[in-house]
């Protein structure tokens, strides 16, 4: 009985051992991790808006307010150019087949999407990971979406419709409900 005991206590300090290096760990390498995000979600902005020289990140109240109502959208950014409006980048996280989808979408002050760019996906390799590898789809939804929504078609060829993947349908509209989100949120929230 005593050796169970006396195991038991080394397993515990063991684990609180492992637990305190992996804290510490975590606390150094947290903030290079979170700048190295923010530094990869820029240079994609300026794929999008490359004219941007102006990045103002919604904060606090003004991002909860949309949040409250769109809860998909993780984050807004207001781009300019010299002081002139250009659009808001929204990044939305949704749900796809093999984990979340995260979706940067470009919106131009008029309301039609500027671009698109998937920042984060786990989607199968060779499917669903073909809504990052194929730059057809992310071309199919620049100019779409002002004052509604878009949806996956065909090839992407009508006023508001996007390309669908055949094999990659799950994936495919977890990018969608994202646009959807951002367009939504833009239309009620941001437009002028």
Same mark, same amino acid.
């Given at each position: 009985?005593?050796?169970?005991?006396?195991?038991?206590?080394?397993?515990?300090?063991?684990?609180?051992?492992?637990?305190g290096v992996l804290a510490g760990v975590? /606390?150094?390498?947290?903030? &290079?991790?979170?700048?190295? *995000?923010?530094?990869?979600?820029? $240079?994609? #902005?300026?794929?999008?808006? =490359?004219?941007?020289?102006?990045?103002?990140?919604?904060?606090?109240?003004?991002?909860?307010?949309?949040? /409250?109502?769109?809860?998909? &959208?993780?984050?807004?950014? *207001?781009?300019?150019?010299?002081? $002139?409006? #250009?659009?808001?980048?929204? =990044?939305?996280?949704?749900?796809?087949?093999?984990?979340?989808?995260?979706?940067?979408?470009?919106?131009?002050?008029?309301?039609?999407?500027a671009g698109i760019k998937v920042l984060?996906?786990?989607?199968? $390799?060779? #499917?669903?990971?073909?809504?990052?590898?194929?730059?057809?789809?992310?071309?199919?939804?620049?100019?779409?979406?002002?004052?509604?929504?878009?949806?996956?078609?065909?090839?992407g060829a009508g006023d508001n419709e996007?390309?669908?993947?055949?094999?990659?349908?799950?994936?495919?509209?977890?990018?969608?409900?994202?646009?959807?989100?951002?367009?939504?949120?833009?239309?009620?929230?941001?437009?002028?």
């Amino acid at each position: 009985m005593n050796e169970t005991i006396k195991l038991g206590l080394v397993l515990l300090l063991v684990t609180a051992v492992a637990g305190g290096v992996l804290a510490g760990v975590n /606390s150094l390498t947290a903030p &290079v991790i979170a700048e190295r *995000e923010n530094q990869e979600k820029f $240079a994609s #902005l300026l794929e999008i808006f =490359t004219d941007a020289n102006e990045f103002i990140e919604f904060e606090g109240s003004d991002l909860a307010n949309i949040q /409250s109502s769109y809860p998909s &959208v993780v984050s807004i950014t *207001e781009l300019k150019d010299e002081g $002139a409006d #250009l659009g808001y980048a929204i =990044t939305t996280r949704t749900g796809g087949y093999a984990g979340d989808v995260t979706t940067l979408v470009g919106i131009n002050t008029d309301g039609t999407i500027a671009g698109i760019k998937v920042l984060v996906m786990t989607e199968t $390799a060779g #499917l669903g990971s073909r809504i990052v590898d194929d730059p057809a789809f992310a071309a199919s939804f620049a100019g779409k979406g002002a004052g509604g929504s878009v949806t996956p078609a065909g090839a992407g060829a009508g006023d508001n419709e996007v390309m669908m993947l055949s094999g990659a349908t799950v994936s495919t509209n977890a990018v969608v409900k994202g646009v959807n989100d951002a367009l939504s949120a833009f239309s009620n929230s941001l437009a002028n």
